[in-house]
Protein backbone atom coordinates (compact mmCIF):
# COMPACT_ATOMS: atom_id res chain seq x y z
CA UNK A 1 0.00 0.00 0.00
CA UNK A 2 1.19 3.44 -0.81
CA UNK A 3 1.98 5.92 2.14
CA UNK A 4 0.30 9.20 1.68
CA UNK A 5 2.46 11.92 1.33
CA UNK A 6 1.36 14.36 4.65
CA UNK A 7 3.34 17.48 3.67
CA UNK A 8 4.45 19.26 0.06
CA UNK A 9 7.91 19.31 -0.92
CA UNK A 10 8.27 22.60 -0.62
CA UNK A 11 7.04 22.12 2.52
CA UNK A 12 9.51 19.43 3.62
CA UNK A 13 12.19 21.78 2.35
CA UNK A 14 10.99 24.56 5.05
CA UNK A 15 10.94 22.14 7.51
CA UNK A 16 14.52 21.32 6.53
CA UNK A 17 15.74 24.47 6.39
CA UNK A 18 14.51 25.40 10.08
CA UNK A 19 16.13 22.37 11.19
CA UNK A 20 19.05 23.42 9.89
CA UNK A 21 19.20 26.62 11.20
CA UNK A 22 18.02 25.51 14.48
CA UNK A 23 21.75 22.96 14.40
CA UNK A 24 23.67 25.85 13.60
CA UNK A 25 22.63 28.32 15.92
CA UNK A 26 23.53 25.58 18.57
CA UNK A 27 26.45 24.63 17.24
CA UNK A 28 27.49 28.68 16.67
CA UNK A 29 26.91 28.72 20.54
CA UNK A 30 28.86 25.58 21.77
CA UNK A 31 31.54 26.64 19.60
CA UNK A 32 31.72 30.23 21.28
CA UNK A 33 31.80 28.81 24.61
CA UNK A 34 34.72 26.54 23.76
CA UNK A 35 36.63 28.84 22.28
CA UNK A 36 36.22 31.33 25.48
CA UNK A 37 37.50 28.60 27.26
CA UNK A 38 40.23 27.56 25.53
CA UNK A 39 41.31 31.80 25.17
CA UNK A 40 40.86 31.63 29.13
CA UNK A 41 43.11 28.72 29.51
CA UNK A 42 45.85 29.86 27.08
CA UNK A 43 45.81 33.06 28.67
CA UNK A 44 46.54 32.15 31.97
CA UNK A 45 48.72 29.33 30.78
CA UNK A 46 51.03 31.81 29.10
CA UNK A 47 50.65 33.85 31.94
CA UNK A 48 48.72 36.95 29.51
CA UNK A 49 46.64 37.37 32.69
CA UNK A 50 47.48 36.90 36.23
CA UNK A 51 46.03 33.30 36.71
CA UNK A 52 45.99 34.25 40.92
CA UNK A 53 43.27 37.04 39.91
CA UNK A 54 41.36 35.82 36.82
CA UNK A 55 41.85 31.90 38.01
CA UNK A 56 41.46 29.16 34.72
CA UNK A 57 38.76 26.61 33.57
CA UNK A 58 41.72 23.78 34.51
CA UNK A 59 42.22 25.65 38.16
CA UNK A 60 38.04 25.73 38.29
CA UNK A 61 37.83 21.78 37.29
CA UNK A 62 40.58 20.86 40.26
CA UNK A 63 38.54 23.02 42.99
CA UNK A 64 35.37 21.38 42.14
CA UNK A 65 37.12 18.00 41.99
CA UNK A 66 38.19 19.33 45.41
CA UNK A 67 34.98 20.33 46.91
CA UNK A 68 33.36 17.05 45.44
CA UNK A 69 36.16 14.74 47.63
CA UNK A 70 35.50 16.79 50.56
CA UNK A 71 31.88 16.14 50.53
CA UNK A 72 31.36 20.29 50.05
CA UNK A 73 30.18 20.81 46.90
CA UNK A 74 26.66 19.13 46.41
CA UNK A 75 26.16 20.67 50.24
CA UNK A 76 26.33 24.53 49.47
CA UNK A 77 24.86 24.11 45.59
CA UNK A 78 21.61 22.23 47.64
CA UNK A 79 21.50 24.92 50.17
CA UNK A 80 21.37 27.86 47.71
CA UNK A 81 18.97 25.82 45.57
CA UNK A 82 16.92 25.41 48.47
CA UNK A 83 16.99 28.95 49.45
CA UNK A 84 16.28 30.20 45.62
CA UNK A 85 13.46 27.72 44.70
CA UNK A 86 11.54 28.46 48.04
CA UNK A 87 11.49 31.92 47.43
CA UNK A 88 10.65 32.15 43.92
CA UNK A 89 7.83 29.88 44.18
CA UNK A 90 6.72 31.76 47.34
CA UNK A 91 7.30 35.13 45.07
CA UNK A 92 5.54 34.66 42.08
CA UNK A 93 2.61 32.62 43.91
CA UNK A 94 2.26 35.69 46.16
CA UNK A 95 2.81 38.07 43.80
CA UNK A 96 0.77 36.71 41.55
CA UNK A 97 -2.28 36.50 44.54
CA UNK A 98 -2.32 40.20 44.95
CA UNK A 99 -1.92 41.14 41.69
CA UNK A 100 -5.10 39.23 41.17
CA UNK A 101 -6.76 40.89 44.45
CA UNK A 102 -5.51 44.22 42.78
CA UNK A 103 -7.15 43.69 39.67
CA UNK A 104 -10.37 42.16 41.26
CA UNK A 105 -10.39 46.27 42.89
CA UNK A 106 -9.70 49.36 41.17
CA UNK A 107 -9.72 51.05 44.18
CA UNK A 108 -7.27 48.89 46.22
CA UNK A 109 -5.31 49.20 43.02
CA UNK A 110 -4.98 52.73 42.37
CA UNK A 111 -4.59 53.00 46.18
CA UNK A 112 -1.05 50.83 46.53
CA UNK A 113 0.21 51.13 43.30
CA UNK A 114 2.28 54.22 44.17
CA UNK A 115 3.42 52.16 46.98
CA UNK A 116 4.54 49.19 45.10
CA UNK A 117 6.42 51.39 42.68
CA UNK A 118 8.01 53.16 45.56
CA UNK A 119 9.05 49.59 46.95
CA UNK A 120 10.68 48.13 43.63
CA UNK A 121 12.97 51.24 43.60
CA UNK A 122 14.18 50.52 47.04
CA UNK A 123 17.37 49.33 47.10
CA UNK A 124 16.68 45.77 48.68
CA UNK A 125 20.15 45.39 50.69
CA UNK A 126 19.47 48.28 52.72
CA UNK A 127 16.63 46.02 54.50
CA UNK A 128 19.89 43.64 54.95
CA UNK A 129 20.16 44.54 59.05
CA UNK A 130 16.32 44.61 59.41
CA UNK A 131 15.89 41.33 58.23
CA UNK A 132 19.01 39.97 60.28
CA UNK A 133 17.11 41.32 63.53
CA UNK A 134 13.47 40.30 62.07
CA UNK A 135 14.39 37.04 60.57
CA UNK A 136 17.62 35.47 62.66
CA UNK A 137 20.75 34.27 60.80
CA UNK A 138 19.17 31.37 59.42
CA UNK A 139 17.87 30.67 56.10
CA UNK A 140 14.56 32.34 56.76
CA UNK A 141 16.80 35.24 56.78
CA UNK A 142 17.68 34.56 53.07
CA UNK A 143 14.74 32.42 51.91
CA UNK A 144 12.58 36.38 52.89
CA UNK A 145 15.63 38.50 50.91
CA UNK A 146 14.79 36.22 47.74
CA UNK A 147 11.15 36.87 48.12
CA UNK A 148 11.28 40.72 48.53
CA UNK A 149 13.42 40.87 45.74
CA UNK A 150 11.28 38.90 43.62
CA UNK A 151 7.99 39.78 44.50
CA UNK A 152 7.55 43.34 43.48
CA UNK A 153 7.88 42.83 39.81
CA UNK A 154 6.09 39.91 40.05
CA UNK A 155 3.17 41.92 40.94
CA UNK A 156 4.06 44.63 38.72
CA UNK A 157 4.33 42.50 35.85
CA UNK A 158 1.53 40.10 36.40
CA UNK A 159 -0.70 43.75 36.85
CA UNK A 160 0.43 44.95 33.31
CA UNK A 161 -0.49 41.88 32.17
CA UNK A 162 -3.79 41.94 33.51
CA UNK A 163 -4.67 45.50 32.12
CA UNK A 164 -3.53 44.88 28.89
CA UNK A 165 -6.46 42.36 27.98
CA UNK A 166 -8.38 43.44 25.07
CA UNK A 167 -10.64 46.22 25.64
CA UNK A 168 -13.35 45.00 23.37
CA UNK A 169 -13.18 41.38 24.99
CA UNK A 170 -13.73 42.76 28.57
CA UNK A 171 -16.82 44.76 27.32
CA UNK A 172 -18.22 41.87 25.65
CA UNK A 173 -17.65 39.81 28.65
CA UNK A 174 -19.81 42.44 30.62
CA UNK A 175 -22.53 42.45 27.89
CA UNK A 176 -22.83 38.79 28.27
CA UNK A 177 -23.62 39.34 31.95
CA UNK A 178 -20.17 37.67 32.99
CA UNK A 179 -18.63 38.52 37.01
CA UNK A 180 -15.82 40.22 37.71
CA UNK A 181 -14.75 36.49 39.23
CA UNK A 182 -15.86 34.84 35.68
CA UNK A 183 -14.15 37.48 33.59
CA UNK A 184 -10.80 36.91 35.63
CA UNK A 185 -10.68 32.88 35.06
CA UNK A 186 -12.51 32.89 31.52
CA UNK A 187 -10.68 35.95 30.14
CA UNK A 188 -8.33 37.70 31.56
CA UNK A 189 -5.89 34.47 33.26
CA UNK A 190 -5.84 32.92 29.82
CA UNK A 191 -5.03 35.81 27.82
CA UNK A 192 -2.75 37.01 30.03
CA UNK A 193 -0.17 33.51 30.00
CA UNK A 194 2.78 35.27 28.24
CA UNK A 195 2.94 37.88 30.37
CA UNK A 196 3.06 35.55 33.13
CA UNK A 197 5.48 33.61 31.39
CA UNK A 198 7.60 36.48 30.96
CA UNK A 199 7.55 37.55 34.55
CA UNK A 200 8.29 34.02 35.33
CA UNK A 201 11.97 34.19 33.35
CA UNK A 202 12.02 37.45 35.01
CA UNK A 203 11.53 36.24 38.56
CA UNK A 204 14.29 33.48 37.62
CA UNK A 205 17.27 35.75 37.54
CA UNK A 206 16.27 37.89 40.90
CA UNK A 207 15.30 34.72 43.28
CA UNK A 208 19.21 34.45 42.57
CA UNK A 209 20.01 37.37 43.06
CA UNK A 210 17.86 38.06 46.21
CA UNK A 211 19.32 34.31 47.80
CA UNK A 212 22.95 35.25 47.10
CA UNK A 213 22.84 38.61 48.60
CA UNK A 214 20.65 37.26 51.20
CA UNK A 215 24.17 34.85 51.68
CA UNK A 216 26.57 37.58 51.28
CA UNK A 217 24.72 39.35 54.55
CA UNK A 218 24.20 36.29 56.33
CA UNK A 219 24.62 32.38 55.71
CA UNK A 220 27.36 29.78 57.17
CA UNK A 221 26.77 27.83 53.69
CA UNK A 222 25.69 28.38 49.86
CA UNK A 223 27.42 29.31 47.09
CA UNK A 224 27.21 33.06 47.96
CA UNK A 225 28.96 31.87 51.11
CA UNK A 226 31.73 30.44 49.27
CA UNK A 227 32.40 33.68 47.38
CA UNK A 228 32.24 35.98 50.30
CA UNK A 229 34.99 33.14 52.20
CA UNK A 230 37.07 32.71 48.93
CA UNK A 231 37.39 36.89 48.56
CA UNK A 232 38.33 37.02 52.24
CA UNK A 233 41.09 34.46 52.12
CA UNK A 234 42.49 35.22 48.45
CA UNK A 235 41.16 31.87 47.13
CA UNK A 236 40.12 33.31 43.97
CA UNK A 237 39.83 30.04 42.29
CA UNK A 238 37.13 29.26 44.59
CA UNK A 239 35.41 32.83 43.99
CA UNK A 240 35.05 32.03 40.62
CA UNK A 241 34.49 28.06 41.03
CA UNK A 242 31.56 29.33 42.92
CA UNK A 243 30.53 31.64 39.75
CA UNK A 244 30.31 29.53 37.54
CA UNK A 245 28.14 27.33 39.37
CA UNK A 246 26.05 30.05 39.72
CA UNK A 247 25.88 30.54 36.04
CA UNK A 248 24.69 27.18 34.95
CA UNK A 249 22.09 26.75 37.80
CA UNK A 250 20.50 29.64 36.84
CA UNK A 251 20.80 28.96 33.20
CA UNK A 252 19.48 24.95 34.13
CA UNK A 253 16.52 26.99 35.86
CA UNK A 254 15.54 29.16 33.34
CA UNK A 255 16.11 26.56 30.29
CA UNK A 256 13.28 24.62 32.86
CA UNK A 257 10.81 27.69 32.87
CA UNK A 258 11.05 28.22 29.18
CA UNK A 259 10.27 24.48 28.78
CA UNK A 260 7.33 24.74 30.92
CA UNK A 261 6.29 27.81 28.93
CA UNK A 262 6.45 25.79 25.07
CA UNK A 263 4.40 23.18 27.35
CA UNK A 264 1.92 25.52 28.59
CA UNK A 265 1.13 27.83 25.14
CA UNK A 266 0.98 24.79 23.08
Not at 157 to 168: C, K, S
Not at 174 to 201: D, E
Request: charged share 15%.
Amino acid sequence: MKKVQQYSEGHVRFLKGVRRKKIIIWSARAGLLIALIAIWELCARFEIIDPFVTSSPSRVIATIGELYATGNLFYHIGITLMETITGFFAAVILGYAIAVALWMSDGARKIFEPYIVVLNALPKIALGPLIIIWMGTGYTAIIFMTIIVAIIVCIMNTLTGFLQVDGTMLTLMRALGATKRQTLTKLVIPASLPQLMNTLKVAVGLAWIGSIMGEYIVSRAGLGYLIVYGGQVFRLDLVMTATIILCALAGAMYAVVALVEKVLTK
